[in-house]
Nanobody
């Protein structure tokens, strides 16, 4: 079983920054993809960014150029540095780990952006 614990959410002003962290524990397959998704009220959950064990990244158009995903494989931790935040970035951000055809999700962390 895999557990994911997110941290780092909170309140930021528009134009500000936040850094999210997600640490995985448990039986983690060495080759995996970790990522961040978000869900705003009344909207579907959407991809923000993903990163493979080997550092390959994918960004949503809305995140490209403002957000940076990174990971520390030794710590089984993925980060999301969010800069130039906009009110439309407000959402619950979820960490996801995909390995061996299984998806694991964290409990989510709230990000609020004031205009």
């Amino acid at each position: 079983q895999v557990q994911l614990v997110e941290s780092g959410g909170g309140l930021a002003q528009a134009g500000g920054s936040l850094r999210l962290s997600c640490q995985a524990s448990g039986s983690i397959f060495s080759a995996n993809v970790m990522g961040w998704y978000r869900q705003a009220p009344g909207k579907e959950r959407e991809l923000v960014a993903t990163i493979t064990t080997f550092g390959g990244t994918i960004y949503a158009t809305s995140a490209r150029g403002r957000f940076t995903i990174s990971r520390d494989n030794a710590k089984n931790t993925v980060y999301l540095q969010m800069n130039s935040l906009k009110p439309e970035d407000a959402a619950v951000y979820y960490c996801k780990l995909k390995a061996a055809n299984n998806d694991y999700w964290g409990q989510g962390t709230q990000v609020t952006v004031s205009s």
